[in-house]
């Protein structure tokens, strides 16, 4: 364990190294600071229809709020799709690039296995990983909160079943760097990921159309890859009870929304599949030839 800890300290300095956590910090703010100005103006607009409405003040669950409500479940979204590009491109070339740059070898002849190496390269990318969904998730949420006052009811929740998929994607990511190519495996990664959101939208035209085919195809494909029921998931904590109540009225017309929470079935699978991708990494390059 302690040479996997090793490996991790090292793709840490990696990520340092390779100017990736400032890239990221720099964008991020950007990208932060750039939505919520977007906030600012969007409260300003509201808080003067109120007075012109002849209204001292604007609650921030009511419906009077909901432009602003539906703009942080948004916000939330492009926090989580973020974290899928982060956790996917960051970690592409974990194990493949070294093997394909020839660095392997020089590694492994050092007194570190092969499954020490692929479980230090997981651990120290999903920290970065984690890390900064977290970070982005309280710096979106925190400066929403601070310009409009409005939270969503259940922030906490809702941000570790992000973190959980991304944790998740950081895992299986891992494990096609030690089957394929860099190129082949980022590919691959992606096309998961695209299952699973199809997953999502087969069931949400399957829940309109009252079609059970469609909505049994859709929840298979979010059990293959349960990223988006994650998000799903996640949604619900987002909004508020207003919000879950449109959405239930309209029979789940929005499909990046959920109206119900994350089964504990579902995050206890999203957990073994990440386990059970880290196991097979280490099980594939402990066996493969080099």
Do not use: C
Not at 182 to 203: C, D, E, K, P, Q
Request: no cysteine; glycine share 10%; hydrophobic share 55%.
């Amino acid at each position: 364990m302690r040479n996997a800890l090793l490996i991790a300290d090292l793709s840490l300095r990696e990520a340092v190294r390779k100017r990736l956590m400032s890239v990221l910090l720099v964008l991020s703010a950007l990208f932060v600071g750039f939505f919520l100005f977007g906030i600012f103006k969007l409260d300003s607009e509201l808080d003067a229809r109120a007075v012109n409405a002849g209204l001292e003040s604007r609650s921030t669950t009511g419906a009077a709020n909901l432009p602003v409500m539906w703009a942080t479940a948004l916000g939330m979204y492009l926090v989580f799709f973020l974290g899928v590009m982060m956790s996917v491109l960051s970690t592409v070339g974990s194990v493949s690039a070294d093997i394909e740059n020839g660095v392997m070898q020089s590694v492994i002849a050092r007194p570190v296995s092969r499954a020490q190496l692929v479980l230090g390269r997981w651990l120290g990318f999903a920290a970065v990983n984690m890390s900064y969904m977290a970070l982005l998730s309280a710096a979106l949420l925190g400066g929403i909160w601070v310009i409009t006052g409005y939270l969503p009811p259940a922030p906490l929740p809702a941000v570790a079943l992000i973190i959980l998929a991304v944790m998740l994607l950081t895992a299986l990511t891992v494990l096609g760097s030690t089957l394929f190519t860099t190129l082949a495996n980022g590919i691959g990664v992606f096309v998961l990921y695209s299952l699973g959101f199809m997953g999502g939208i087969l069931s949400f035209i399957g829940t309109l159309s009252d079609n059970q085919t469609l909505t049994t195809l859709g929840r298979v494909a979010n059990v293959v890859m349960p990223t988006n029921s994650l998000w799903l998931g996640a949604s619900y904590h987002l909004q508020s009870p207003l919000m879950l109540e449109v959405g239930r009225v309209s029979r789940g017309a929005n499909p990046l929304f959920g109206t119900e929470p994350a089964s504990t079935g579902l995050i206890v699978w999203a957990a073994l599949l990440s386990v059970l991708a880290v196991a097979g990494g280490m099980w594939r390059l402990s066996r493969r030839d080099l």
